[in-house]
């Protein structure tokens, strides 16, 4: 097994230790989780390049690195739900997106072997992901440090409209996404 499919390895085995921390009652718990997933989020930038840069592109890294990519920020949005964090109906729209997305896909490489990569609309919305995740936690674990309620009421808020950001520029990413492949429908009756 190449560098490039253990990095994507080890981001889906930091999921199980991130989802530990968010929700262990402990101090600086989400500092903790901040960490491990900034570590997570750092192996996806360096799995593809580490691949491409030395030749080591293998169908199961294309198979799962953007499955990897969807369990870490997933497993966020649905303990984000537990915490209040966010509105299920943001990370529903999210999921679907992806589920979508993971269809066509499945469709182009099963039709003609074609392999879709991500457009620059996925590659905003995996960004606006990760920094809003980020900083969700990032303002929690402060809201908690200062230990004023009214700000942690505060976070919260801010943590279920940067939700909404991400289920706007998921689903646009998504339908981008479609109208980009549509020719891949031309052959459903």
């Known amino acids: 097994m190449n560098i490039a499919n253990r990095l994507t390895i080890i981001r889906i085995l930091l999921v199980p230790v991130f989802l530990l921390f968010?929700?262990?009652d402990i101090p600086f718990n989400y500092l903790y989780a901040v960490i491990v997933?900034?570590?997570a989020s750092i192996t996806d930038l360096y799995d593809?390049?580490?691949a491409r840069k030395y030749g080591i592109v293998t169908n199961f890294g294309k198979f799962l690195d953007p499955l990897a990519d969807k369990i870490l920020v997933i497993s966020a949005?649905?303990?984000f739900i537990g915490l209040s964090l966010a509105n299920p109906i943001t990370?529903?729209?999210v999921v679907t997106r992806e589920f979508v997305v993971s269809g066509v896909r499945l469709v182009a490489a099963s039709g003609s072997g074609k392999v879709?990569?991500?457009n620059w609309w996925g590659k905003m919305k995996t960004t606006i992901q990760i920094i809003v995740i980020i900083s969700i936690l990032v303002f929690m674990e402060f809201a908690r440090a200062m230990n004023i309620e009214g700000l942690t009421k505060a976070v919260i808020m801010g943590a279920n409209v940067?939700?909404?950001l991400v289920a706007v520029v998921t689903v646009i990413s998504g339908a981008t996404y479609i109208v980009q492949n549509k020719e891949?429908?031309?052959d459903i009756k």
Request: proline fraction near 0%; glycine fraction near 8%; avoid cysteine.
């Open 22 to 24: 968010i929700y262990l």
């Open 37 to 39: 997933f900034v570590i």
């Open 48 to 50: 593809g390049k580490l």
């Open 77 to 79: 949005m649905i303990a």
């Open 91 to 93: 990370v529903i729209l």
């Open 116 to 118: 879709i990569d991500a």
């Open 162 to 164: 940067g939700m909404w």
């Open 184 to 186: 891949l429908f031309n």
